[in-house]
């Protein structure tokens, strides 16, 4: 990851590698979007240390996981959500911040991609009150 040479793959990558192409061969293996995600994920730990090379490096280990989350958060996000099987993605970017922070920081990375794991804007819409069609005339 920080440390790693331009160019090599390290062994902590091809293991990332095959978890990732565990995810893609659970169902729906056909769905394309999911595929596609799981796609930028893989290229993007492979790649990261020439992507993040034109930010100053003292920011390179903050927007590696930071994309690690946002990436994670879109293929669970489109995935199903908080009942999505593909919650695993979630450790890419935990696992990758112990690698690179301290306790403190892996525990404050760990609490944002816990609550992005979390968050449930579809079945806050969902709610009664939270619909236009609501009436309070039908709750009587």
């Not at 192409?21 to 790649?47: D, N, S, T, Y």
Request: aromatic share 12%; hydrophobic share 50%.
């Amino acid at each position: 990851m920080e440390n790693q040479e331009q160019g090599k793959v390290s062994w902590m990558d091809l293991l990332w590698l095959a978890f990732l192409v565990g995810l893609a061969a659970m169902p729906p293996i056909g769905e394309i979007h999911k595929q596609l995600i799981l796609l930028g994920i893989g290229l993007f730990q492979i790649l990261e240390g020439g992507l993040l090379k034109p930010l100053p490096a003292y920011l390179r280990r903050y927007a590696s996981v930071f994309v690690k989350i946002v990436l994670a958060a879109l293929l669970v996000g489109h995935t199903g959500e908080i009942q999505s099987s593909y919650y695993l993605i979630y450790y890419l970017p935990v696992v990758s911040a112990a690698m690179l922070f301290d306790a403190w920081g892996t525990l404050l990375w760990t609490a944002l991609a816990s609550e992005c794991m979390s968050s449930r804007p579809k079945e806050f819409r969902s709610l009664p009150f939270a619909t236009s069609s609501f009436s309070w005339q039908q709750s009587r």
